[in-house]
């Protein structure tokens, strides 16, 4: 899976532990998710999402076919 | 980059640091005792390292205002259990039953280790049958 929360992220400004804070988990759990290393629970992608006031589908792609 | 701290300065490295540091005094502790024939002193040493280390480590996050571990810590650690006990499983099926049948036909003699070993193993894994079982039961 995909996604473009490195990019949002810098958009905002972001560093990755102040992203961490505001939703609650490490930054290496951030780091992890930009590198495609750690897909996130479905709870955590609800959080990422409504802290980038878009969908889930907006920052991760399942690359489904 | 800026590693998140709590209110404490308490950041997720310094977690780490202070757990392994006290647990890693109390097994130094432990061999020195025995080295220099302090028993009893490297005992004492050593239940106070793995005691105050194993509460820190337990404690800090329920205490700690910023999370010091998360979803993904979680995750690693099921990894990691999962896969010392397919290692543990495998080479317990793939030996120990041949080692038995040698014992018996008098090729070898299991040495006392190697049967603390087989009955150490033995009992993780009916551990871990039960805490599976308690698991599944609570979810």
């Not at chain 2, 005094?25 to 061999?31: D, K, N, S, T």
């Not at chain 2, 490297?42 to 390292?49: F, N, S």
């Amino acid at each position: 899976m995909q996604n473009n929360l490195s990019k949002r992220r810098q958009e905002e400004g972001l560093s990755q532990g102040e992203l961490a804070e505001a939703v609650g988990v490490t930054r290496q759990t951030i780091n992890a998710i930009e590198r495609d290393r750690y897909n996130p629970s479905l709870e955590l992608a609800f959080k990422l999402a409504a802290y980038f006031d878009c969908s889930i589908e907006d920052i991760f792609d399942p690359q489904i076919e | 980059m800026s590693e998140t701290r709590t209110e404490s300065g308490f950041t997720r490295q310094t977690y780490r640091r202070v757990v392994y540091g006290v647990v890693g005094i109390g097994i130094l502790g432990l061999l020195v005792g025995i080295a220099l024939e302090h028993h009893l002193l490297g005992t004492v040493v050593y239940l106070l390292g793995a005691w105050i280390g194993g509460g820190i480590a337990f404690l800090a996050p329920r205490w700690s205002d910023t999370p010091l571990q998360d979803e993904r810590d979680y995750e690693l650690h099921n990894r990691a259990s999962g896969l010392a006990m397919g290692i543990t499983m495998a080479l317990g099926l793939s030996i120990v039953p041949a080692l038995y049948v040698l014992d018996a036909g008098g090729y070898m003699t299991i040495s006392g280790t190697i049967g603390g070993g087989i009955l150490v193993a033995s009992a993780l894994f009916l551990l871990y049958g039960v805490c599976l079982g308690i698991v599944q039961r609570r979810s």
